[in-house]
């Protein structure tokens, strides 16, 4: 639970929160962005290092190319403009993992700017801002726990040094932490579709520093802002930013005034800490990286790249619910990672009918998974299994209530389709008009009362009577030939 400050709802619905949010990407590529140490995640500490990531001095950098053609791929995919000229440039600052003393980052020419991702707010689609995308390298990392020694001192691991990094700048266009979530959860399909970063939050590939500020609603200038680092779930940053848009709104309406810092979230008491005054992008010494030439990405190399660009999420659902007539909650469940939304193609041009596939996803998997309380990921059934399901009940070998029933089975026992299928013995609707006939002919003895209704000109009773047979043969007999044998022997 987060325990947010107690504030009237009036005095909340006085303001209007700001949010801006700074995500850091690392990207897959198999080296560090200035040498060729491996990127790999794991690795014994300081084993992935040289004088060029440790900072020795003389060492130089030299730029990781596919690094430069993630980071354009990525900037395309989220609508920016990608500047032919960029400069790397120093941000100067002390810590123990950055053993330079300084990062190599973009400053005032970034790769890339001026883009937008839209999000669903509360039913409507809105765009968010993407100011800038631009590449920098990652630093080391503390280890404060883990060694007998620990209790009194820190260990450094210099493997993350040098790993290759995106920084993407929201505009402040965000208003509620749901906003932020929904900018977050968008963000991270898009450059898991683009396939250039993991978006590991546990291993930190995906990194959020949120922004925010109050303003009383209608004002035009911002309040004053605060900003909380390194959360590492979004429904951690959407209670983070929750408590800290109650603590402003506190501090406001008590007569205090916020002050700019950086605040660290708590999550097992929902609560934020001042951890440092904010400093200002002066206080870096910013200036160009004179060990590197300025980065350009020219039209044809840029050209080359965004016909790596695969078919983007949003535009995917779309045509989806075109190409299958799914609904659109649909599309999005199956479009939720670009691997899930290939197997569905997959199996539904493969199948007999594609637009059966499409309807048992929706109408026999989905409401299961929700049952179960397990994303599709996790599905007992396959999408090849739900293919040679539809692809059953289309030839007329299984009929929709043993397919119900197989699906059943299949998650009881946890297991695909085809071995649901296997296992109990191949089963098929019955097209044996004799055992049918038999069953008929009891049941019309046994409702005569029906029988009359029937032949009274109440035709609806047939439908009762196909129940009972269905019933009897439980749920084995083809429904067609149950309604052709019934109308011949009720006329
Ligand atoms: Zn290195």
Redesign the pocket.
């Known amino acids: 639970m987060v325990a947010t400050p107690e504030i009237p709802v009036a005095a909340r619905s006085k303001y209007e929160p700001v949010i801006g949010l700074e995500v850091h990407v690392q990207l897959l590529t198999a080296t ?1 962005i ?4 491996s990127t790999r995640f794991g690795a014994p500490p300081n084993t ?7 900072g020795l001095p003389g060492a130089l950098p030299v730029l990781n190319r596919k690094a430069v053609e993630f980071a354009v791929l990525a900037a395309t995919a989220l609508n920016c403009r990608i500047n032919e000229t960029s400069i790397f440039a120093r941000k100067n600052y002390f810590y123990p993992d950055l053993p330079k003393g300084y990062q190599i980052s973009q400053y005032d020419r970034p790769l890339a700017e001026h883009g937008w991702i839209e999000i669903a707010a509360g039913g409507v689609k809105k765009k968010i801002g993407i100011t800038r995308v631009h590449l920098e390298e990652d630093a080391g990392k503390s280890l404060h726990e883990g060694f007998p020694d620990s209790g009194e001192k820190t260990a450094i691991d210099l493997n993350r ?2 790993v290759p990094l995106i920084e993407i700048v929201s505009e402040p266009d965000l208003a509620s932490p749901n906003e932020a979530h929904e900018y977050l959860t968008r963000l991270k399909e898009i450059i898991l579709y683009t396939a250039v970063s993991d978006c590991n939050m546990e291993e930190g590939s995906l990194r959020c520093d949120a922004n925010v500020s109050v303003r009383p609603r209608g004002q035009k200038e911002f309040g004053t802002k605060t900003e909380i680092k390194n959360v590492n779930s979004f429904r951690f940053i959407s209670q983070a930013l929750e408590y800290e848009i109650d603590r402003h709104i506190g501090v406001i309406e008590s007569g205090g005034k916020i002050t700019q810092e950086t605040r660290l979230f708590n999550s097992t008491e929902g609560k934020t800490y001042g951890m440092r005054s904010k400093e200002q992008a002066h206080d870096y010494r910013y200036f160009p990286e004179p060990d590197l030439l300025p980065l350009v990405v020219d039209e044809k190399w840029k050209a080359e790249i965004s016909q790596q660009l695969p078919e983007l999420p949003e535009a995917r659902r779309q045509r989806l619910v075109r190409d299958y007539a799914i609904t659109e909650y649909d599309a999005g469940v199956l479009t939720a990672s670009k691997s899930l939304a290939d197997q569905f193609e997959a199996a539904a041009r493969t199948a007999k009918s594609p637009k059966r596939v499409a309807n048992l996803v929706q109408s026999e998997l989905m409401g299961r998974l929700k049952a179960k309380g397990v994303e599709i990921e996790q599905s007992p059934i396959s999408m090849k299994g739900v293919a040679m399901s539809a692809d059953l009940v289309e030839a007329g070998a299984i009929s929709g209530k043993m397919l119900k029933d197989l699906y059943d089975l299949a998650f009881t026992r946890n297991k695909d389709f085809p071995t649901v299928y296997e296992e109990e013995g191949r089963p098929e609707q019955s097209h044996d008009t004799s055992a049918l006939e038999k069953i008929i002919t009891e049941i019309i003895a046994a409702n005569p009362k029906q029988v009359e209704q029937y032949r009274s000109g109440k035709k609806t009773v047939l439908g009762f009577f196909v129940g009972q047979v269905m019933k009897a043969s439980k749920g084995q007999a083809n429904p067609q030939l149950v309604n052709e044998l019934l109308a011949k022997k009720l006329n």
């Open positions: 560090k200035f040498c060729s140490c992935n290092v040289c004088p060029v990531c440790l040094s040098g």
